[in-house]
């Protein structure tokens, strides 16, 4: 592909778009027939979540491996192995026919997903200067929203169209594309400095050693990270059927999700933007963990959920891109692909233990108020974890 060096960073964002676009497909596709998998399988709520959560599981042990392999091997034979594994993962799901099949299909595919992220946040963190990794962040992010839109507005009458497996062999489909994308449109970033190159002169260190250097800070995002995941992803998994269950069609639960990904969508540049300019990331994910703790508090409280669905997609637009922008702009090049194994090991962590601890609390009361409640107690653990976050860089 004949484009200059300069410029190549724009076929980048674009490559790191659609690779995060796949991840989103391979993610959302779930919730929207959650409740037909359920019927179909006799699943408990307590199963349910425990599926979702499956997704999570690889990254709680492998995510801070893959960011140390992620810094020693580089991004193109990361990116490629995890893409594989997306791909067969979700094969298995989409023809399994028990809790075991499919449950498997969900832990190969989230093993892959572990470095997806990992990888497009990398790309762009070496192709954009610092002052521009929060804008290219930001743009890369909105994937997320469109593909969720796209799940949660047309999988479930797809779902009950052609059957629950059909917007899996899409998220097959996809993954295949995003792998051919990623190995024809794949480039090195051009500085020296931020490739895998040995050094020579230079004694190998340990591939742990790192970890024992890195910032307390990076620890404390990561902590924003997890609480923020446990409670939106339990919400995201549990509300098309809380929806469902108020009389809601499966079509009209869609829509309602579908619009806290606007938030992301519209926001994420606008937040990576003004992240560049002011730096207050900390600042950002503190109020958009009290927005979101109310939010979900008021779907308790309410009988038309349209309002409290639209302050829920604010604190979407603010917290992601605030958490993924902030390692660039405290961490070195080299030590990146670390950091984000770090958040991503924090964010899987509450994803595979809030969903399940959600449906078994669904479980035992036989209603979802409770388990928002604790899901909105989660959020408030994010604001109070930013707190602490930005007294200790103020004093660092």
Request: some cysteine; overall charge positive.
């Amino acid at each position: 592909m004949n484009v200059p060096v300069s410029r190549y960073r724009w076929v980048i964002l674009i490559l790191a778009y659609f690779c995060t676009l796949g991840l989103a497909f391979t993610f959302h596709s779930l919730p929207p027939i959650l409740t037909l998998i359920i019927e179909e399988l006799k699943l408990s709520h307590a199963e349910a979540g425990l599926l979702m959560g499956l997704f999570a599981l690889p990254t709680i042990f492998l995510a801070i491996l893959t960011g140390l392999l992620l810094d020693r091997w580089g991004v193109f034979k990361i990116g490629v192995i995890s893409l594989i594994l997306v791909i067969i993962g979700m094969f298995i799901f989409a023809v399994g026919g028990t809790f075991l099949y499919i449950g498997l299909g969900r832990v190969i595919a989230g093993s892959g997903a572990t470095a997806i992220s990992m990888v497009a946040l990398k790309m762009l963190s070496q192709w954009f200067r610092r002052r521009e990794v929060g804008t290219a962040i930001g743009i890369s992010n909105t994937a997320m929203p469109v593909g969720a839109i796209i799940c949660f507005t047309t999988f479930g009458k797809l779902g009950e169209s052609l059957g629950w497996r059909m917007p899996i062999f899409i998220s097959v489909m996809i993954g295949i594309v995003g792998l051919a994308a990623f190995l024809i449109l794949y480039k090195p970033a051009p500085d020296l400095p931020q490739k895998i190159i040995p050094d020579k002169g230079k004694k190998t260190t340990g591939l742990f050693s790192n970890l024992l250097k890195i910032e307390v800070s990076i620890w404390l995002i990561g902590f924003c990270w997890m609480w923020f995941n446990a409670s939106t992803i339990s919400f995201l998994t549990f509300a098309p059927d809380f929806f469902i269950s108020k009389g809601y069609s499966i079509g009209f639960a869609g829509f309602l999700i579908s619009l806290l990904m606007w938030g992301l969508l519209i926001l994420s540049p606008i937040i990576g933007h003004l992240i560049d300019k002011v730096n207050n990331n900390d600042v950002f994910i503190g109020v958009g963990g009290i927005i979101l703790a109310t939010a979900i508090y008021l779907v308790t409280r309410s009988t038309n959920f349209l309002f409290p669905m639209v302050v829920m997609a604010v604190a979407m637009g603010l917290v992601p891109v605030s958490v993924l922008s902030f390692p660039s702009k405290i961490l070195k090049s080299e030590n990146l692909g670390l950091s984000f194994g770090i958040l991503l090991t924090c964010a899987s962590i509450g994803r595979v233990f809030s969903p399940y601890i959600a449906g078994l609390i669904r479980d035992k009361t036989g209603s979802y108020e409770i388990s928002f409640i604790f899901l909105s107690i989660l959020a408030l653990l994010t604001t109070l974890t930013a707190l602490i976050l930005r007294i200790k860089t103020r004093r660092g």
